[in-house]
């Protein structure tokens, strides 16, 4: 990788969005250069950028999608694999960035992107987890466990929420679900390993 390209990748990863898309514009970064403009609330110049590779480059594709999704609009149609690569970074990073608005948008999107993908419910459950709204996510496990009842992850992820809400009966039993689909699942067992050592540490104090 050309040292300037590291450059404006390390300039995305610190937020300074504007000087990434600087260079990714003099580099020819489409995709990269949309990114940064979207992150910028620059919707016109995301829109620009992506449409100039939007028949090679299904990222760009992808983010010609969200632009209709954040304005509660299906102006394309995702497809399978753009789905399970990018719903759950770009959810991300409209979080990380205080894009609210942006990502309620895209969650209220999750029934048509569902269509085109039906771990959709998963993947929204995962980044709202790693951001911390662990009752949302909850949600969209369960909503992903009705599709896929023996979905090992989903019940994880389900199981993590309730302890971290408290509610340690229920998330003892989520993940007890786990072991008896899956005995050697290994971050199932460290995990029930840590709530059991909890709650008998609990008990014995009397909380």
């Known amino acids: 990788m ?14 300074e969005y ?8 003099k580099k020819n970064k489409f995709y990269e250069a949309g990114l940064c403009s979207l992150l910028l609330k ?6 620009e950028f992506w449409q ?11 983010g010609l999608c969200v632009l209709g999704f954040i304005n509660l609009k299906v102006e394309r149609n995702a497809t399978f694999f ?15 960035n205080d894009l609210i608005e942006w990502a309620q948008n895209l969650v209220s999107s999750c029934d048509v992107l569902y269509r085109s993908n039906p771990e959709a419910y998963k993947f929204i ?16 496990c369960k909503k992903s466990l009705r599709l896929f009842y023996a ?19 229920d998330a003892l039993d989520s993940v007890n679900r786990v072991l008896n689909m899956v005995p050697d699942y290994y971050p199932a067992k460290i ?5 059991i050592e909890e709650m008998n540490n609990n008990e014995k104090s009397g909380n």
């Open 52 to 62: 100039k590779k939007v028949k090679s480059c299904p990222a760009s594709a992808w």
């Open 125 to 140: 459950a995962r980044a709202l987890y790693a951001n911390g709204y662990f009752e949302l996510a909850i949600t969209f």
């Open 191 to 195: 995990f029930r390993g840590i709530l």
């Open 18 to 25: 504007e000087k990434a898309l600087e260079i990714f514009d």
């Open 82 to 96: 753009q789905t399970r690569a990018f719903l759950e970074v770009y959810l991300n990073l409209f979080l990380e």
């Open 42 to 47: 620059d919707e016109n110049s995301a829109r």
């Open 151 to 169: 979905d090992p992850e989903a019940l994880l992820i389900l199981s993590q929420c309730q302890y971290l809400l408290k509610n340690r009966a």
């Open 2 to 15: 050309k040292r300037s390209e590291q450059i404006a990748k390390q300039h995305f990863y610190n937020k």
